[in-house]
């Protein structure tokens, strides 16, 4: 069936670094959405990608919808200490009795360096 | 202001126990939708309703039941035939199935087996 793979699954940073992060699938999605959890709360969508090819920012927030349609990535520049979290890509199925619904990566965790 | 209001923010369950979740909105979205997330694990769907008195298994709906009396109000029941029910439980609703960019998810119920 349809998977997200996310990578990294964790990594740290430390404050002012550029993150980068991706997304892959072995299928074709048509959209791509990516959201931020906050420990103990509930994900919060920050970009919405709807076009192959497409880029699109929100403030510090970069993300790009792969020309195969295949991948995405979200970069974040001069990260802050509010950066930490779990960042999720997302997608809707393309096919089967659930197709519409999002299925989601498992996620990559961003803390702060020690 | 609008939202999705999920209780209780923690939940205690004995072996052999039923406990209900509580998941209400005043969106006015048709659709609701239950994940399960456990640690460094994407979100899994459990149950979707697209309207009123209808609603449909996702991917592990095994353990689970849901009813859908009221636009407002999606409640997930977590039945003792679920074998390992501690994990964090996400409500969400959208306008409908489609609208991606309308996904507002709940701040999360805790469930832990004592």
């Known amino acids: 069936g349809q998977q997200l793979n996310q990578s990294p699954q964790s990594m740290f940073i430390q404050e002012g670094e550029d993150v980068s992060m991706n997304c892959t699938s072995s299928?074709?999605?048509?959209?791509w959405l990516w959201y931020k959890q906050d420990p103990g709360e509930g994900p919060v969508l920050l970009i919405a990608?709807?076009?192959?090819?497409e880029l699109t920012s929100n403030g510090r927030l970069t993300a790009q919808f792969g020309i195969t349609r295949k991948d995405s990535f979200l970069n974040i520049s001069a990260s802050i200490p509010s950066d930490v979290g779990i960042y999720f890509c997302a997608g809707p199925l393309n096919y089967g009795g659930s197709q519409g619904n999002l299925i989601f990566g498992k996620g990559t965790k961003l803390s702060v360096k020690p | 202001d609008g939202g999705i209001t999920q209780s209780p923010k923690y939940l205690f369950r004995k072996e052999g126990q039923n406990v209900t979740l509580s998941c209400e909105q005043n969106l006015n979205h048709d659709a609701m939708y239950w994940y399960r997330q456990d640690p460094g694990q994407g979100l899994r769907l459990i149950y979707y309703?697209?309207?009123?008195?209808?609603?449909q298994k996702g991917d592990i709906a095994e353990g689970y039941s849901v009813s859908r009396e009221k636009k407002e109000s999606f409640p997930l029941t977590v039945t003792s035939a679920q074998k390992n029910p501690t994990a964090f439980y996400l409500c969400a609703s959208s306008i409908d199935r489609r609208t991606y960019y309308g996904y507002t998810f709940g701040s999360g119920t805790r469930l832990t087996v004592v």
């Open positions: 299928s074709i999605f048509n959209t």
């Open positions: 309703s697209q309207i009123v008195n209808d609603f």
């Open positions: 990608l709807y076009k192959a090819g």
